[in-house]
């Protein structure tokens, strides 16, 4: 069953609605239904079908005035003893109602009833066609409401992911200028000894700034592509630090047809080259890719000595990776980080779906 959705230009909110072919439709099955039973019941379908139509004029009129006027007003305002004392009334007007009806355009209606056993303003008469009644209410009060609270979940589900998505745009939005920052320092540094791998970085830079600008609002991209990009980023910093970085990416199984989210394995890549230099000014990395059937392993070790630890303000590192880890996989990930007196280790495993 499909449902209209009122989307209010300034976005304050979606109202659900649902199309009125849709209550005449249940109407009329609902109508067709009954006739047929009470049909059968009395042998009678004539008779069934005229009690029906005359009837179900009063249970529209009721059943509309509870969805609409006394739970939003009442249940939902939660004055409960007013909307039962109401209901109580309605169901009172109602019995009143039906009898003078049916007395005066049905009377073969009232013997049929007298000669059922149940008179005329009887208690077993009253019970039977209040709770008739509180049946009616009740079965469209149930489906109205759960048709409600379906729409109600989707709509909060689309919120969820508008939000999911604005927030990963944002974390997305700190990574690219912290990254471009340290590379245009990169090549600053570069210039002035007048070095002739300046070119070779503005080379490597031009491949990365495509890769942002083509790709990074894509949901999901290549592996390869992603490890080579990573390695663009080795490759920059080894530029600039000449012989003291080492290091080694290692790949495990078939990866070609892997899909994931862009940008997820850089802030590891730039934790290790912040904090992780030696003594001596040298880095160690080593990067493993290892795939499994319905899980990928990502590692990566660097060296690392505490006295050498560094404190960068501008740094994303591991509260970004989280964030968007969170935002993209719920609690289907896992990330745990092994540090020791002279290396650091992180294991991330993802799901591949």
């Not at 989707?154 to 590379?183: C, D, G, R, W």
């Not at 997820?264 to 030696?278: M, R, T």
């Not at 505490?306 to 719920?330: A, F, P």
Request: aromatic residues 16%; contains cysteine.
């Amino acid at each position: 069953m499909q449902f209209n959705k009122l989307l209010l230009n300034n976005g304050d909110s979606v109202r659900p609605t649902i199309p009125r072919k849709y209550h005449l439709i249940f109407w009329i099955i609902y109508f067709t239904f009954n006739s047929i039973r009470w049909g059968s019941h009395f042998d009678d379908y004539w008779y069934s079908f005229k009690s029906n139509l005359l009837e179900f004029p009063l249970h529209i009129l009721i059943v509309y005035f509870n969805i609409y006027y006394l739970v939003p007003k009442f249940i939902i305002g939660k004055k409960y003893k007013i909307y039962i004392i109401l209901l109580i009334l309605v169901l009172t007007l109602h019995y009143f109602v039906r009898i003078g009806l049916f007395y005066w355009l049905i009377p073969n209606n009232i013997s049929t009833v007298a000669q059922s056993g149940h008179g005329i303003f009887s208690f077993n008469h009253i019970v039977a066609v209040t709770l008739g009644e509180i049946y009616v209410i009740g079965l469209v009060s149930a489906i109205k409401f759960t048709i409600d609270y379906v729409i109600e979940l989707n709509k909060n589900n689309l919120l969820l992911e508008v939000q999911s998505e604005t927030e990963m745009k944002y974390l997305k939005a700190q990574i690219q200028p912290h990254f471009f920052f340290n590379t245009l320092n990169n090549l600053y540094a570069l210039t002035l000894k007048r070095s002739k791998k300046a070119a070779e970085v503005v080379l490597k830079l031009s491949e990365i700034m495509e890769y942002v600008i083509y790709d990074l609002d894509k949901k999901k991209i290549p592996l390869p592509k992603e490890i080579k990009y990573v390695q663009n980023y080795i490759e920059l910093e080894k530029l600039r630090k000449r012989d003291l970085v080492e290091s080694n990416i290692e790949i495990i199984g078939k990866i070609d047809d892997v899909l994931l989210p862009p940008f997820l394995f850089l802030p590891f890549v730039e934790n290790c080259f912040k904090h992780g230099q030696l003594s001596d000014g040298k880095i160690f990395i080593d990067m493993k890719f290892k795939r499994y059937d319905n899980e990928l392993e990502f590692s990566i070790m660097n060296s690392f000595e505490q006295g050498h630890l560094t404190h960068d303000k501008s740094g994303i590192g591991h509260v970004n990776i989280n964030r968007r880890l969170e935002l993209l996989y719920g609690k289907e990930f896992e990330l745990k980080i092994y540090p020791t007196i002279n290396s650091y280790l992180v294991v991330l495993k993802i799901p591949l779906k």
